[in-house]
């Protein structure tokens, strides 16, 4: 009797321990399947907030492809405004510059006047006379008009014009003998060109 005893517990046993195994296993299967879950639902979770983000980088790159687009028109912009501010500082100081010229150019008719003026006077008035023509003459030297020194000077047909030709002796020739009209310069800008008689 002893020995079936045995017998039935050893057969007890195994049975026992494969019950145990599949607990253990079913308890296994359970606890993997729960952390598969989890990490499936982290999974989604990441990825959806990789969706998110991949959006959000897209509005960002898009938001800072207006703004380059917003900078590269407001420097092209700032270099018009450069521009127009330079041209209209040019034309300003042109049309100063040709308005200056074109008062000075009649002011120089009102000189020719005084020169002749000035050969029909008489002593008493004459000095009177100098001093306002003076005056005059001043007045355009400020306004940085000069006379032209031709006298004695070779003709040039870039500054005078040559009203006729004299013989005024060998030592004369091509040289300007005398003034008809002065004429003026201002600066490098010929206002009136001198018409002169040149030795022949």
Avoid: W
Avoid at 88 to 95: I, P, S, T, Y
């Amino acid at each position: 009797m002893k020995k079936e005893k045995q017998t039935k517990q050893q057969e007890v046993k195994p049975e026992a321990s494969n019950g145990v195994e599949k607990n253990a296993q079913t308890e296994l299967e359970k606890a993997l399947t729960e952390e598969n879950e989890k990490l499936i639902a982290e999974v989604e979770r990441l990825a959806a907030e990789n969706e998110k983000l991949s959006k959000t980088c897209k509005r960002l790159q898009s938001s800072a492809d207006k703004s380059d687009a917003y900078l590269n028109q407001l420097v092209a912009m700032k270099n018009d405004f450069e521009s127009y501010k330079r041209r209209m500082k040019f034309n300003g100081e042109q049309a100063k510059a040709e308005g200056v010229q074109s008062v000075i150019t009649k002011l120089i008719a009102v000189c020719d006047n005084f020169d002749l003026a000035k050969q029909h006077l008489t002593d008493e008035n004459l000095k009177a006379f100098e001093m306002v023509y003076g005056q005059f003459l001043q007045i355009l030297k400020e306004c940085g008009v000069e006379e032209m020194d031709v006298i004695g000077q070779p003709f040039d047909c870039m500054r005078m014009n040559a009203l006729s030709k004299m013989d005024y002796g060998e030592d004369k020739r091509d040289l300007v003998v005398e003034v008809y009209k002065k004429g003026y310069v201002m600066g490098d800008k010929i206002l009136r060109y001198a018409e002169v008689i040149v030795g022949a």
